[in-house]
């Protein structure tokens, strides 16, 4: 554990989810191709649409509302729309298709369960601070089964935007009628995580589970106020 700043008294703790608490590019790897023979046993015509023609779909919709950038699950939902419009649905089948197609996506990229020792570890964090996750992504806690860690959870959305926006840190002091400078904000990414918590007036733990943790390797705006070799470090902090 290396301290860059002294923390103040911790009162609660909210975590970022992908790639601080479990790995999660292999997961979204691993869903997309999933999806990908999903939509190809159900709608053949879709055979067309390699992955680079997904992807050409999604960057259009993206340069149209840059707003989805904070929404995945509605990216996705959008570019499944216009895939399957263009094999030819429309009206109800469409709509269904694209509910079908999102689901299926959704409990595949939320198919795996967190590693026990984390689970442990959160559960003894909850016994003693409030934790609320905070997230960019739209991972399902309850099929993940962490849900019951959290005394709250917010998601970006187009309304909600992403970190480093400081709106789903300023609910979270909302929601615990805690000051942002008792919370301490535990997230891999030292511009959405870091940067975001400390412009939010939160204390910042940087930790990564997908990557070797050195600040030589990450681009780097701000440090963070402390960085955590493992998260059961974060047992010592208070």
Known sequence: MIFYRRLNAIKAISFDL??????????????????????LDNHPETEYLDVMGWRTIKMAHLKHQPKLASDMGELRRRTL???LQSIGLSGPPLEVAVQQAFDYFYFARSDFSVEKPVCELLGKLAEKLPLVAI??????LQ??????YFTQVFKANINQPM?????M????????????????????????????AINAGFLSAWH???????????????????????LEDLLTLN
Request: net charge negative; proline share 4%.
């Open 135 to 140: 997230t960019n992504g739209n991972v399902n």
């Open 208 to 230: 990564a589970c997908n990557r070797k943790m050195s600040l030589n390797h990450e681009k780097i705006s701000v440090l963070p106020d402390v960085q955590l070799n493992r």
């Open 81 to 83: 729309q216009t895939g």
């Open 18 to 39: 992908d790639d601080t608490l479990y790995d999660n590019h292999p997961l979204i790897i691993a869903a997309e191709k999933k999806l990908q023979t999903y939509l």
């Open 163 to 167: 970190k480093p926006a400081r709106m």
């Open 169 to 196: 840190f300023d609910k979270t002091v909302e929601s615990l009628k805690v000051p942002a400078s008792n919370i301490l904000h535990v997230g891999d990414n030292l511009e959405k995580d870091v940067m975001g």
């Open 143 to 148: 099929q993940i089964g962490i849900s019951e």
